[in-house]
């Protein structure tokens, strides 16, 4: 009944075949698993269960718990090989993620490059193919896959790589437990789960948690709220579970401060609030069948409903006009234009709306989805074989409302509403998005000890545009790719498999950046848009080799990778601070990189793992962009050449750690995290130094004072290192003085921290 528990769980968008194959293929210092599908030969047989030609990592809840982790991003950050964090709103839900180079962040205007799945269900926003990771619960989270490349059959988005996870039911997690810590920051955290099953039929599993803290920054609270719950039934052939997902938060990251303020006070921040509130509901239905020992079918539907909400105070580009005396102006290209309130009428010039703007913004989406799967498996010439075809489709509804009202700083840097909104600042759409994908995948094997893959997927996207206010965002996109994909992989010896495999996925330009196209009219994100020309797909195409062992006690894999964009996406920065620019198609960009990992065990009463990534990030075509704060800048722009770096990404990334039980109840363990320099954001031409590189550790401790209860103790950033994270350039002096005259804006790492905590069970 296990066995085919877990295949049933993975059962969908091809997760059966690929995803599951990853758990032998995937170093880990836990016992490797063996998952089979319903009345068939186990996949892992297939080439002892290693026929992918990549480099999957996988994790599970226990590992989360070991590591402390404060969630999915937080332990990626910490634990597995090529993720690395930009902390740009400072927020510790709020991370930008990046997975080779490519990027899974919840901020609207970066070049979204990663597919993330909750139970099948792809939880990429439909706005801006944004991910939010304060609305996965992490307390349900079973297993987590990470699956590199542009593997075509996980669908869109997935131009770097893709995320699977895997949730809990009460089929593999029966009994209750319940977690709190509290510590530094005012942090409190507390989770609760339980779960059981009848007679292996009927099982159910609840879980619920919550997280509140001031935060280490000032005026930087947060708070998010996560439920989730299943009820499923299973036979010998079948198995049928309803799901529902929900989450609140409020989230304030009050972002990257002036690098002179931050000299002072590192805790301080530039101008507040910067607020983010999302709430969320999610309810799938997911079903099994197996029709023989031979052939499968599996599907589900889903309904997903997000509402994000911001507030923004930032500072203001409008003041006083010089020429017309008493009203309030714009400087556009060093010409004063007079602003209007929605009446059409100009705005009188008064103190209360000088020096700052409220922007804010409401997103509401709604989507409904289904796919529908098949695996078959059969014998070609004598050997184990597989194929499977599905169909996916999804469609949403988006409503997108924004406005700026005019307000001043107070002294702590607050943006005080002034009661005038800008006329032209009103911004009204709704967007529908539809998507669907055939695909297919055979694994072939071709020799006792060669197997093969082939796979392909063909998109369809159309997105249409209405304007609410008008007509002039009005519009209608079509766009469809096929992608293949192909993998070879070669056992050496009985534990050590050589790979080699090629694949493409494509992009479709998302509703928020063909409304934001335009240079000559760019926008303040995610607050204004204008009618634009159309922009082409990104498509991304992988090549990947390498070498992977998994023994009893060692684990290990080498591996290299070259991704390229063709026509990729990008925010170019017009005004880096407020967010201004727009997006368009600045040709390649290539990722380049190796990766080196080992984990294992000596004896029972230690574990360790590391991994190692070099990376070479670069722009492949040569372009200029605007990057008007940037001291080099000529006429408000910069020359981006062929080979300069992506800024933001470090080249070199080290994590290393181990847990010993050094008593039989004391466990104790530790990691490091060493991450090289980077270039700031708006100095794509690399004109200038970099964020400087750093290395912190974490600390961690768990004592089992009976069977029932554990305590624990976590402290991060041990040596209470100062670091930054990420960069950009803005200007600081008019809101701060003359003196503050260095135009870089850092987003500070978080100092020394510790916390204590209880675990119970029953």
């Not at 059962?11 to 293929?25: D, E, I, M, N, T």
């Amino acid at each position: 009944m296990r066995a085919r528990h877990v295949q049933s769980r993975l059962g969908l968008g091809a997760l059966a075949v690929f995803v599951s194959q990853a758990l032998v293929a995937q170093p880990s210092s836990e016992p490797i698993e063996q998952i089979e599908v319903v009345g068939t030969t186990p996949l892992g047989a297939l080439a002892d269960a290693d026929s992918i030609a990549a480099n999957v990592q996988r994790a599970t809840s226990e590992q989360l718990r070991e590591r402390g982790a404060l969630d999915l991003a937080d332990f990626m950050r910490r634990s597995l090989g090529s993720v690395f964090v930009n902390e740009a709103q400072n927020n510790p839900l709020q991370p930008d993620l990046q997975y080779r180079g490519f990027v899974g962040s919840p901020l609207l205007g970066l070049p979204q490059g990663i597919a993330v799945y909750q139970d099948a269900v792809r939880i990429n926003e439909p706005f801006g193919d944004t991910v939010n990771w304060a609305l996965i619960p992490e307390s349900a989270i079973d297993t987590v896959y990470v699956m590199p490349g542009s593997n075509p059959l996980f669908g869109l988005n997935a131009l770097g790589g893709a995320i699977a996870i895997e949730t809990k039911d009460g089929f593999t997690h029966p009994g209750t437990r319940a977690e709190a810590y509290t510590g530094s920051f005012s942090r409190l955290g507390m989770e609760a789960e339980t779960g059981g099953s009848v007679n292996d039929r009927l099982a159910w599993f609840v879980t619920a948690s919550r997280f509140d803290e001031d935060g280490w920054r000032d005026y930087s609270p947060s708070e998010a709220t996560q439920f989730f719950g299943n009820i499923g039934w299973q036979s010998s052939r079948s198995k049928i579970e309803l799901g529902l997902t929900y989450a609140d938060t409020d989230l304030i990251g009050n972002g990257a401060a002036p690098v002179q303020l931050l000299a002072v006070d590192r805790s301080a921040i530039f101008t507040r609030p910067d607020q983010t509130q999302n709430e969320l509901m999610l309810l799938s239905l997911k079903g099994e069948h197996a029709i023989s020992d031979r052939l499968t079918l599996s599907g589900n539907v889903f309904r997903r409903s997000s509402d994000i909400a911001t507030y923004n105070g930032d500072d203001s580009d409008f003041e006083e006009c010089e020429d017309v005396a008493g009203f309030m102006c714009e400087e556009e290209d060093g010409e004063e234009e007079l602003i209007f309130d929605p009446d059409g009428s100009p705005i009188p010039a008064s103190d209360a709306i000088e020096g700052a703007t409220v922007n804010r913004t409401d997103t509401q989406q709604d989507a409904i989805g289904a796919s529908l799967q098949a695996v078959w498996s059969t014998a070609i010439a004598g050997r184990e074989s597989q194929l499977v075809v599905g169909a996916v489709y999804d469609e949403s509804d988006i409503a997108f409302h924004a406005s700026t009202e005019l307000g001043a700083l107070d002294s702590t840097r607050l943006a005080v509403p002034g009661g005038v909104f800008v006329g032209d600042s009103f911004t009204a759409m709704n967007a529908d998005t539809q998507n669907l994908g055939l695909y297919f995948a055979a694994i072939v094997q071709l020799a006792e000890r060669l197997s093969l893959t082939v796979a392909g997927r063909y998109n369809s996207t159309e997105i249409t545009l209405v304007d609410r206010l008008g007509t002039a965002l009005d519009g209608h996109h079509e766009f469809d790719r096929f992608n293949p994909a192909i993998g070879i992989t070669y056992a050496l010896t009985d534990t050590v498999t050589a790979y080699a495999g090629y694949s493409e996925s494509n992009r479709a330009p998302s509703p928020v950046e063909l409304t934001c196209a335009d240079e000559n009219d760019p926008c303040r994100l995610p607050n204004a848009f204008v009618a634009d020309p159309p922009l082409e797909q990104v498509v991304a195409k992988t090549f990947e080799a390498g070498v992977r062992g998994a023994g009893e006690r060692l684990a290990w894999h080498a591996g290299v990778f070259a991704t390229t964009n063709h026509d990729d996406i990008l925010f170019i920065s017009a005004g880096a601070l407020t967010n201004q620019g727009f997006f368009d198609n600045v040709g390649r960009t290539r990722r380049l990189g190796l990766e080196l990992d080992a984990s294992g065990k000596l004896g029972e009463r230690f574990s360790w793992f590391a991994n190692y990534t070099w990376l070479d990030a670069t722009f492949r075509n040569s372009f200029f962009v605007p990057s008007h704060h940037h001291p080099l800048a000529v006429d408000g722009e910069i020359l981006v050449e062929r080979g300069d770096a992506l800024p933001l990404i470090p080249s070199r990334l080290l994590k290393a750690g181990f847990s010993a039980e050094v008593a039989p109840r004391l466990t104790v363990g530790a990691d490091v995290l060493a991450s090289g320099s980077m270039h700031l954001r708006g100095d794509e031409g690399n004109l200038l130094d970099k964020v400087d590189g750093y290395t912190i550790g974490t600390f961690r401790a768990e004592y089992t004072v009976n069977d029932n209860t554990r305590v624990f103790a976590r402290v991060e950033n041990v040596l209470d290192s100062d670091y930054e994270t990420f960069g950009v350039f803005g200007e600081a002096d008019e809101v701060l003085g003359d003196e503050y005259d260095d135009p870089r804006f850092f987003s500070p790492g978080a100092p020394r921290a510790a916390w204590v905590g209880i675990r119970v069970s029953f």
